[in-house]
């Protein structure tokens, strides 16, 4: 079956740091961009970062950039998103998803970050 | 970066019949390769994103042949030909030809 896995999210203090992770079957996750998308509480979505096939390039939002990191593990079929110095407004719904121009997209299954005190 | 606008926010519709939501980009969206990088997103309630169309008027695997995405330029819609139950939910336009992406706002379509 083709998905993607999502763990690592939790309640965490401003100022603290958690990683998520992305885990990928049922395909060639090395052929494949990928992405992380977010959904605060009752919003909408928003982008956060790509990471091109073999990791050595990224992009990120603006509000995220010098905080979260996106890495992948091809030889893991893992995608990673390390966040540090989070903020109460990094509170949100986090997605994986691929990040393609073709005609394949998957989601994982969304993983909840807090960041409260 | 690129703001994206939806219009409407809300679309009550009948079952059965058609629907169009509207999208329009800031800057426009053809990308230094000739291509225009404008997705469709649809998200159910309480359930992930997917996309239903890519680059403007491509369809990803298994979406029905009621959904058709068209448009150019700054100008994009995305029509439902025949509005079923199961179409309830919200729908994102994004744009991944400039960065960072950016997504509209949601239009969330429910039944009347």
């Known amino acids: 079956e083709v998905q993607l896995v999502q763990s690592g999210g939790g309640l965490v203090q401003p100022g603290g740091s958690l990683r998520l992770s992305c885990a990928a079957s049922g395909f060639t996750f090395s052929n494949y961009w990928m992405q992380w998308v977010r959904q605060g509480p009752g919003k909408g979505l928003m982008w956060v970062s790509n990471i091109n096939t073999d990791g050595s390039s990224a992009s990120y939002a603006d509000s995220v950039k010098g905080r979260l990191t996106i890495s992948r593990d091809n030889a893991k079929n893992t995608l990673y998103l390390q966040m540090d110095s989070l903020r109460p407004e990094d509170t949100a719904l986090y997605y994986c998803?691929?990040?393609?121009?073709?005609?394949?997209?998957?989601w994982g299954q969304g993983t909840m970050v807090t960041v409260s005190s | 970066d690129v703001v994206m606008t939806q219009s409407p926010l809300s679309l009550p519709v009948t079952l059965g019949q058609p629907a169009s939501i509207s999208c329009r980009s800031s800057q426009g969206l053809v990308h230094s390769d000739g291509n225009t990088y404008l997705s469709w997103f649809q998200q159910r309630p309480g359930q992930s994103p997917r996309r239903l169309i890519y680059k403007v008027s491509n369809r990803d695997s298994g979406v029905p042949d009621r959904f058709s995405g068209s448009g150019s330029g700054t100008d994009f819609t995305l029509k439902i030909s025949r509005v079923e139950a199961d179409d309830v939910g919200v729908y994102y336009c994004?744009?991944?030809?400039?960065?960072?992406?950016?997504f509209g706002q949601g239009t969330k379509v429910e039944i009347k």
């Open positions: 994004m744009q991944n030809t400039h960065w960072p992406r950016t």
């Open positions: 998803a691929s990040a393609t121009n073709s005609a394949f997209d998957i």
